[in-house]
Antibody, heavy 117, light 110 residues
Framework: EVQLVESGGGLVQPGGSLRLSCAAS????????MNWVRQAPGKGLEWVSY????????YYADSVKGRFTISRDNAKDSLFLQMNSLRADDTAVYYC??????????WGQGTLVTVSS | QTVVTQEPSFSVSPGGTVTLTCGLS?????????TSWYQQTPGQAPRTLIY???TRSSGVPDRFSGSILGNKAALTITGAQADDESDYYCALYMAGGTWVFGGGTKVTVL
């Protein structure tokens, strides 16, 4: 069974940093591209970042470019999101999502990041 | 900046049919956008319904179908059931490897 489990969320002050992790199991992690998608409270989904299976190709949404860094450790079946210079509008549930054929085919349950003083 | 448009809300009667659309603020949605559709109930992660415009994801009932209608992608629910009451999001694959989600449609079954 495919499982994606996010961790690392919490309360952080504006301008602060946080590192999210996503532990993958139930599939061959290094065969799959991965993404981060977020959802602000009461709002819709927003794609945040993509990383290829090898980690060699990375894309970001304009809203996080230059502040967030996606990475992966295929030896540990893990995906990461380093978030710096956090702002109030970064407050959201952050989902780790596996890339299927041009779709996000499996999602974790998400981890809540709250940016507030 | 690309904006993906969806109806904010729809109401459908049990057993009825509803068609949700997914458009672009500028231009037409074609199969080249590989439209996918996701269903989300409160407090839960999204679930994939449709990908590549019209391919149903594994385990999704055949009352859900995807298509291109005019210049938009569409998700049709035929024979709506009470547990179809959810938020529905479309996502478009953009040039440069990025994705954009629509704002979502809240479907009420009553």
């Amino acid at each position: 069974e495919v499982q994606l489990v996010e961790s690392g969320g919490g309360l952080v002050q504006p301008g602060g940093s946080l590192r999210l992790s996503c532990a993958a199991s139930g599939f061959t992690f290094d065969n799959y591209e991965m993404n981060w998608v977020r959802q602000a409270p009461g709002k819709g989904l927003e794609w945040v970042s993509y990383i290829s299976s090898s980690g060699s190709t990375i894309y970001y949404a304009d809203s996080v470019k230059g502040r967030f860094t996606i990475s992966r450790d295929n030896a540990k079946d893990s995906l990461f999101l380093q978030m710096n210079s956090l702002r109030a509008d970064d407050t959201a549930v952050y989902y780790c999502a596996r890339m299927g054929w041009f779709n996000f085919d499996y999602w974790g349950q998400g981890t809540l990041v709250t940016v507030s003083s | 900046q690309t904006v993906v448009t969806q109806e904010p809300s729809f109401s459908v009667s049990p057993g009825g049919t509803v068609t949700l659309t997914c458009g672009l603020s500028s231009g037409s949605v074609s199969t080249g956008y590989y439209t996918s559709w996701y269903q989300q109930t409160p407090g839960q992660a999204p679930r994939t319904l449709i990908y590549s415009t019209s391919t149903r994801s594994s385990g999704v009932p055949d009352r859900f179908s995807g298509s291109i209608l005019g210049n938009k992608a569409a998700l049709t629910i035929t024979g709506a059931q009470a547990d179809d009451e959810s938020d529905y999001y479309c996502a478009l694959y953009m040039a440069g490897g990025t994705w954009v989600f629509g704002g979502g449609t809240k479907v009420t079954v009553l």
